[in-house]
Structures are given as structure tokens and as C-alpha cells.
């Protein structure tokens, strides 16, 4: 049972900033913070009364507060595909208050999606999976900005659009596409927050090379895309739904850390969850000092 305070209640987030009777919206002054992502600059973000009774339980926590709400709305993310992962990603982010989601997929919502991609439902079966998830996004929040983008992530357009974004998510289902999403990360120093599931198990990482001089890029810890076959893919060996779930919200997670400053970054972790025998374990991920993509990333500035 919650033991917060009720929800017509001021206190929680009077301290921070007060609405001035008759303006109706509490100015928070953001400052950079190390570990956030560079292109949210110091400025000057409104949060309306409703914004503010929206997220008032995030507003509550000390490490978030007004300021990292003001964040939130401030930021820009992009969500590579709207599948089993995109799905619970997407939706967090929303709800979580960020200002901008951008959301890349090619397909169409399918019968056997909607056993773990809850963004989409029954009655959208054929629609642009796009489409369908900005649908979903703004029944939770209509306040949020959802940019869709029908297509595939390739080498052609992957640069560009991901420099349109303060940080992108990875939730793709394949390694072409993983690899792609990752290099071009690199290339326009933007975070990455990468995961990947099959049958009972996920992994999580960010990959953030250029914030931390020790943190790996994603080719330090697989260099090379694996040989066709040697992996098989969810719809050739399965997927427990409710893996995607815990994966995707644990991403959104980390994306919400990034972007607020908080806490201790994934970046040279990899997290596994391994749901048959309830465990989560946490492996170091070194930087290659020879890595050809990012081995020499900090001397060249």
C-alpha cells in the first residue's frame, strides 16, 4: 500500500519549485550533468500543473526531482523497433515524461506479436507497427511529442537520424541491425542503451565510449557480426513474452538514468537475466584498447 502523500498535496514538490497562482506552470533551471547526455544544455523548462501531478511520484524521489523531470521533458530518444523490446520501452518512456520519442520499424503488427509486444492489440493486426505504437504512447500520455519513422535502419540513414537524438535505444532482433545502430551511436557520440532477448534470457548494456574513457563501444564486446545460423532468432527458438517485458522496462531504466544523471551507469556492464533460475547476474565489459572502432576514439578528440 503507497504511503505517499495524497495526491492534491504540494508538499511533495514545493521545495524544488512552486506554480505562482495564475501561471500555472513552475520554471526549473537545468544544469549539465556529467554523466547526462550532452546535447541537453542548460536551459529553462516549464512544468505545467498537470505535468506536475502526472509525475509527481517521480518528483518525489530525491535523486530525480523537479529538475530531472524537467530533463525528461527536455529530452529527445530515439527507439530502434517497436517489437517485443520497443514495446514496454516505448510505453515507460512515455509515461516516464520524455519529451520526444522517436520510433523507427519497419512491419506490420502480426497475430503472433501481440504475445509479448504490448504496445500493439488485436484490432490493429496489419497496421504499421509505427503507427500502432504511437497509439499506444499517446493513450498514456498525449503530452509527448511521438516522431514515427516508417522504414529500416540501415547504413544509409542510420547517422543521421540517430544525430537527431539525444540518446537511442536499441531493441532490434537481429545483429545487422545491432551493429549498424551501434557503430553509427559511435560515430555521432551519442549513448547507446542496447538489449537482446531469446527463449528465457536478455541482456543489457550502454555503451557510451565517448562520456567515459573506460566504457567499451558495442564491437568490444562482439567484434564482429556472427556467422548466419550460429544464433537463432526469437522466431526459430522461441521467446518467453514476459522476458521482453522485464528487458524493455529495464532498459526504459536506464534510459531515465542516463538522462537524469542518476545513479550508477550500465556503461562497462553487461546485465543477464536468466528467468528460469530467477537470477540476474553482472559481468565486467573492459574497453579493447586495440578495438579498431573505438580503440582510439579519446586521442582523436
Known sequence: MESCPPENSTSAWSW?????????????????????????????????????????????????GATGQGRLKAARVLVVGAGGLGSPLLLYLAAAGVGTIGVIDDDRVELSNLQRQIAHSTDRIGMLKVDS??????????????????GRLDESNAASLISAYDLVCDGSDNFQTRFIVADAALHVRRTLVSAAVLRFEGQLSTFRPH??????????????IPPRGAVPSCA?????????????????????????????????RLLIWEALAGRFRTIRLPRDPHCPSCGGLHGRG
Not at 505504437?133 to 516508417?150: D, F, K, L
Open 16 to 64: 524544488r519549485g512552486r506554480a505562482r497562482p495564475g501561471i500555472g506552470f513552475v520554471s526549473i533551471m537545468l544544469s549539465l550533468c556529467p554523466i547526462a547526455v550532452p546535447m541537453i544544455s542548460i536551459m529553462t523548462i516549464d512544468l505545467t500543473e498537470p505535468e506536475i501531478h502526472r509525475y509527481s511520484r517521480h518528483i518525489l524521489l530525491p535523486e530525480m
Open 133 to 150: 505504437a504511437r497509439q499506444a504512447a499517446e493513450a498514456i500520455n498525449p503530452e509527448i511529442r511521438i516522431e514515427t519513422h516508417v
Open 211 to 224: 562520456l567515459d574513457p573506460e566504457g567499451p563501444c558495442y564491437r568490444c564486446l562482439t567484434p564482429e
Open 236 to 268: 526459430e527458438a522461441g521467446i518467453l513474452g514476459a522476458v521482453t517485458g522485464v528487458l524493455g522496462s529495464l532498459q526504459a531504466t536506464e534510459v531515465i538514468k542516463e538522462l537524469c544523471g542518476m545513479g550508477e551507469s550500465l556503461s562497462g
